[in-house]
């Protein structure tokens, strides 16, 4: 069975630092790697997506993959606040499904 | 522009009932999705409708059923609810692009308890 694993957390860091979330997955076929911000109470909402290996920015948000060691990784810096979620890492998993994490859960103190 | 719709937002229902949670998009997506969530589980994919006329198991399909109606919605029934369906429920819907990636766009979900 295709699996997806996150620590998950709570990942605790200051504002202002960087947050480095992990994500790990089994099937080496996966092509398509996405992250998916949850706040408490809401539905998931997609803040990043990477295909290739190496590293893709968006604004203070960094993917990084590496398909050798089928590991995702999620940078955030200058953590704010706001930024307080539950990250959910998502692989895809063939026709168009999408394999999802657990999910780490983000706490940035003021 | 309203993306993901679905009704209703919460459901209380005895052992045994049935319901029938609804979804539709209006952003002419090909594909939909059923996905649970559950505490420490993350999401779990119930059915799924690559494209009008077309549905397919995912992980947890038993105790569901699902329809396509039309490329705009897709439903999601329970026949006899049982507390293990206590749940939230969320739609999705997504198109493939080919180009920069596809993602989903979720509905606000449905909270879910059976009692």
């Known amino acids: 069975q295709k699996e997806v694993e996150q620590n998950s957390g709570p990942l605790s860091v200051p504002e202002g630092a960087i947050a480095s979330l992990n994500c790990t997955y089994s099937d080496r076929g996966s092509q398509s790697f996405f992250w998916y911000r949850q706040y408490s109470g809401k539905s998931p909402e997609l803040i990043m997506f990477i295909y290739s290996n190496g590293d893709k920015e968006d604004g203070r948000f960094t993917a990084q993959l590496n398909k050798a060691s089928q590991y995702v990784s999620l940078l955030i810096r200058d953590s704010q606040p706001s930024d307080s979620a539950t990250y959910l890492c998502a692989v895809s998993g063939g026709y168009n499904k999408l394999i999802f994490g657990a999910g780490t859960r983000l706490a940035v103190h003021p | 522009n309203a993306g993901v719709t679905q009704t209703p937002k919460f459901q209380v229902l005895k052992t045994g009932q049935s319901m029938t949670l609804q979804c539709a998009q209006d952003?002419?997506?090909?594909?939909m999705y059923w996905y649970r969530q559950d505490p420490g589980m993350g999401l779990r994919l119930i059915y799924y409708s690559a494209s009008e006329g077309t549905t397919d198991k995912g992980e947890v399909p038993n105790g569901y059923n699902v329809s396509r109606l039309n490329k705009r919605e897709f439903s999601l029934r329970l026949e006899s609810a049982a507390p293990s369906q206590t749940s939230v429920y969320f739609c999705?819907?997504?198109?493939?692009?080919?180009?920069?990636?596809?993602?989903?766009?979720f509905g606000s979900g449905t909270r879910l308890t059976v009692v």
């Open positions: 999705a819907s997504s198109e493939v692009n080919g180009g920069d990636g596809y993602g989903y766009t």
């Open positions: 952003m002419n997506h090909n594909s």
